[in-house]
């Protein structure tokens, strides 16, 4: 498409006036039409003065004095001048007002191609009294922000996702290359178990992606949801994990409806348990879930999921960035503990397709509570 729309742009036309040309004549017909109605007044009413011939008031004074067809001849012709300056002046004064009052246009378009280009670190920055132009200048820097945080996080998340993919990968290539170098030496069946736990990272993770991806797509079916029922449900499902960590979950529900899909709520509460419990060290810590109105708006529910655990340094919004851990990229050893970094992701799309609001901060003491605040069911 960008091939055929280049070759429009080269393909030979008609001239086509610019907005400056066409603001330039705008103003000088403007100035033209305005200056001929004033001399139509004009010579309209001098057709009301008497026709006959005028005498000076001083009688020793031979000046001839002309009559009323003499004086509109010479208006006319007068007028004729004076519109014809006033079409010189209105061109050139236009050209001028035009240049001055598109500048701001000129420095959007500019910053337009370089951003088609692929430069999304120019912007315009109008300054000066609020009008239309510095309205859309700022609106155009607000894209032009966006567009650069959506496309470093893409990379990001593209170099995240290949070498998420590629461990697993060469973990198991490397079991594979030290088994056949030595098959005599291998205990199979241990390096079965770990080719299929190494299998299993690299399933979930791809699972994950596709997940991840597919809440970019077409919003979800909805219907009333209890989100008391749901998260209780989503706790009942992680509660052995909690067992075997040795953290006490606590629930405290309060019914209330939403409008959402009971499938991927269900799945927020999971990935926010899991990520409560994975990240909730040293063992016999501890984990809350509550649900209810939200205090702050009667309109909203409010899912809180808080746990123990060390303390949280720096911004810990980015934790819903894809592929990463609180405690590193490395993901702790032993099956129970796998993690791949896109549980919290997955939470944040959710709540975007839910319309929802996702918040993250750190206890005082240790450890994080988050926050999801849905529109309730009406």
């Known amino acids: 498409m960008s091939g055929v729309a280049a070759a429009r742009r080269r393909a030979p036309g008609p001239v086509r006036l610019t907005v400056r040309m066409k603001l330039t004549l705008s103003y000088a017909l403007f100035l033209v039409i305005a200056g001929g109605l004033a001399l139509g007044v004009i ?29 509109l001849e010479s208006l006319v012709t007068v007028s004729g001048y004076v519109l014809a300056l006033m ?25 337009a191609h370089r ?21 859309l200048s700022d609106a155009f820097d607000h894209m032009l922000d966006r567009l650069q945080r959506s496309f470093e996080s893409q990379r990001r ?55 991840l991806s597919a809440l970019g ?17 989503a706790a009942a499902t992680v509660r052995a994990e909690a067992g075997s960590r040795g ?25 926010l348990l899991q990520n409560a419990l994975r990240h909730n060290l040293p063992a016999g810590g501890r984990a809350t879930l509550s649900t209810g109105p939200d205090p702050r708006d009667p309109g909203r529910a409010l899912l809180t999921v ?4 060390p303390p949280l340094t720096g911004a810990v919004d980015a934790l819903t960035e894809p592929f990463l851990r609180g405690r590193g990229r490395t993901a702790e050893a032993g099956p129970g503990r796998r993690g791949h970094g896109l549980g919290l992701a997955i939470v944040a799309s959710i709540t975007d397709v839910h319309g929802g609001d996702l918040r993250l901060d750190p206890n005082p003491g240790g450890g994080l509570t988050v926050r999801v605040s849905l529109p309730a069911h009406h």
Do not use: C, K
């Open 43 to 71: 010579y309209v009413a001098m057709r009301y003065v008497p026709n006959y011939p005028l005498i000076a008031a001083n009688p020793r004074d031979t000046t001839p004095v002309p009559a009323r067809a003499e004086i």
């Open 157 to 211: 998340f593209a170099a995240n996702a290949s070498h998420e993919l590629h461990t697993p990968l060469t973990v198991t290539r490397t079991m594979l290359d030290v088994a056949i170098a030595d098959p005599a030496g291998q205990d199979y069946p241990r390096l079965v178990s770990r080719l299929h736990d190494t299998n299993q990272r690299g399933i979930e993770i791809v699972d994950a992606l596709l997940q």
């Open 87 to 111: 079409a010189v002046i209105g061109l050139g004064g236009g050209w001028l007002i035009a240049g001055r009052v598109l500048q701001p246009l000129q420095d959007i378009t500019r910053a």
């Open 306 to 309: 808080s746990n123990s655990g």
């Open 115 to 135: 951003a088609a280009g692929g430069s999304l670190d120019h912007r315009v920055g109008l300054h000066g009294p609020r009008d239309e132009f510095t309205d």
């Open 247 to 271: 953290v006490a979950l606590s629930e405290e529900h309060r019914p209330v409806l939403v409008t959402g899909n009971d499938v991927l709520l269900h799945q927020l509460a999971v990935n």
């Open 217 to 233: 797509h077409a919003p979800p079916p909805t219907r009333p949801v209890d989100l008391a029922r749901t998260a209780a449900e």
